[in-house]
């Protein structure tokens, strides 16, 4: 039997029949969303191929059994969203896709339209609302009434019941994505519009809780960010198709988020890596900041967003000027204060080695948080001890509660100073970095000071080391005096780096690329000793031509 008979078959169930003469009818849709967001091709022919890829999993649909796939890892998370919806209609007509959509979304009714079980948590029904939504016209295609009504009203019952258990999602992202969907809801199901200024109210609350007035996340995250921009985008489309006006509250939120998340893209147009996250999909990102319908310019002086961004004529440098997120506003959070990405045109030259981000699971568990650790990122570890502790459970304990910024820009450079006290309860020193770039993007000099600070005074001198993670492909040769070393890459010119006061290395190291697989590359290393009086450790990036 053929794949596509196979899910006729198995969505003709009598359930369907009872979920159709749910809710009020007749329910209808007033309007069709219009995602302007264009999805991963590659990613839909697999779909039409009979097998889902999310990150190192995958499955044969054929064999999807939704009772026993769970909600936890990230390709469950991926399936029961119904993002993939985008990537399909990215590949395919309307016809030849909805033939798998109707039939996926039919055996997802099967199993869980009846009943509140994980699989109706607030963040995955707001996801799958904004996508069933926006794609309507495939999940909708079928002359099959009990079948139309069954999904309609599902999609009524799942917005009555985000009106209810929206906060309870948890805050951030997943909160805010409850409530986009039930506002998405609101505006396109004739029985929804009672809701609307109540799911409004709910969305702006989910907001204001986890969005800095600068427009960045509270979990710091940047792959959470274009999240937020691609949710706030479909949110806008949702109101243009009931012709409804966006309010202004969430224009302003959507552009804010748009900058922050410009302010956190390096020159080759992928992330920086941050927070367990890593450089994500070129295409992916590029296609939610066109298609998201905001515009900002990137955000350089950043309040609680923390990323401050310099750059000059192609060369883009972003550094972590905050102390880690809050446990309860981060599924992970990283001990990265300080750290540096440095890119030059579309090369990242200085990278921190990232992590599994939404694919988390995809690395070794002991491999996971050793990426979270000061010495996975391109910042100065002292006595290899993480600027902020990073507990047993994996939550963050004590270490960086405050970080002193001063910036400043003239005829020759911006500059930037920041200064955090993860090492004053446990060694007496204060971590301070300063940095500047040349007006024309050819030189990064940077100086890092240990300063003395507090009560607590070393009676011995403890080992420090300052790491710069090369991108992939990035090659490094010492120079013969062992101060510095030829930068060479295949997407820019040579760069030299020379440093002072501390002795120069080069040793392997690894990335995380945008598919959360692990890549081998190098990093510079310098190390010296301190006492308690301090020291400080010069070094440059200087481009050679």
Request: glycine share 12%.
């Amino acid at each position: 039997m053929s794949e596509g008979h196979a899910l006729q078959r198995l969505a003709r169930v009598p359930l369907l029949q009872r979920l159709a003469t749910r809710g009020k009818p007749p329910l209808r849709l007033v309007a069709v969303a219009r995602d302007h967001v264009t999805g991963n091709k590659a990613a839909g022919e697999q779909l039409l191929g009979g097998r889902f890829v999310a990150g190192a999993e995958a499955m044969d649909l054929a064999e999807l059994d939704w009772s026993a796939l769970g909600t936890s890892s990230p390709l469950a998370v991926e399936l029961h969203g119904f993002s993939w919806l985008r990537d399909l209609a990215a590949a395919t007509t309307r016809e030849k896709g909805a033939a798998l959509a109707e039939g996926l979304a039919a055996r997802w009714l099967a199993t869980h339209g009846e009943k509140i079980d994980p699989a109706w948590a607030p963040a995955l029904w707001g996801e799958r609302l904004l996508f069933w939504l926006a794609y309507a016209p495939y999940l909708l295609s079928r002359r099959d009434a009990a079948y139309r009504k069954a999904l309609l009203n599902t999609m009524a019952r799942a917005a009555r019941h985000l009106a209810s258990v929206g906060d309870e999602a948890s805050p951030g992202l997943p909160r805010i994505t409850a409530w986009a969907g039930l506002t998405a809801s609101c505006l396109l199901l004739s029985s929804g519009t009672a809701r609307l200024a109540r799911a409004e109210g709910g969305l702006a609350r989910a907001l204001a809780s986890a969005q800095h007035d600068d427009g960045g996340l509270m979990s710091r995250s940047p792959a959470e960010q274009a999240m937020l921009v691609d949710r706030l985008g479909l949110l806008r489309s949702a109101y243009a198709a009931a012709r409804h006006d966006f309010p202004q509250g969430f224009e302003d939120a959507g552009a804010a988020a748009l900058a922050a998340l410009h302010g956190v893209t390096m020159g080759d147009g992928t992330l920086s890596s941050w927070q367990g996250g890593n450089e994500g999909s070129r295409a992916e990102l590029a296609a939610i900041v066109e298609g998201c319908g905001f515009r900002a310019r990137p955000l350089r002086v950043p309040r609680g967003w923390g990323y401050h961004r310099l750059s000059a004529l192609g060369t883009a440098l972003v550094i972590d000027a905050a102390p880690p997120p809050g446990a309860k506003l981060a599924r992970v959070g990283s001990a990265s204060t300080l750290a540096i990405e440095l890119s030059d045109g579309q090369q990242k030259l200085v990278v921190n080695c990232g992590g599994a981000g939404r694919l988390a699971g995809s690395l070794p568990e002991g491999l996971a948080e050793a990426l979270r650790t000061t010495a996975a990122h391109s910042t100065l570890t002292l006595a290899d001890t993480n600027s902020t502790a990073i507990l047993p459970d994996g939550s963050l304990g004590k270490g960086v509660t405050d970080v002193a910024v001063e910036r400043s820009e003239d005829n020759d450079a911006s500059r930037l100073e920041a200064t955090h006290d993860g090492y004053v309860r446990g060694f007496g020193l204060a971590h301070s970095r300063a940095l500047s770039l040349g007006n024309d993007g050819k030189e990064v000099r940077g100086l890092d000071r240990l300063i003395a600070r507090g009560r607590k005074k070393l009676r011995e001198d403890v080992p420090f080391a300052i790491r710069f993670h090369l991108g992939a492909g990035v090659e490094a040769s010492p120079t013969a005096d062992g101060l510095g070393a030829l930068i060479r890459s295949p997407g820019a010119p040579p760069w030299t780096f020379r440093c002072r006061g501390a002795q120069l290395g080069i040793e392997e190291s690894v990335v995380v690329d945008g598919a959360g697989q692990l890549r081998s590359t190098l990093q510079l290393v310098l190390v010296g000793e301190v006492s308690s009086l301090g020291g400080e450790i010069g070094w440059q990036f200087r481009r050679s031509s």
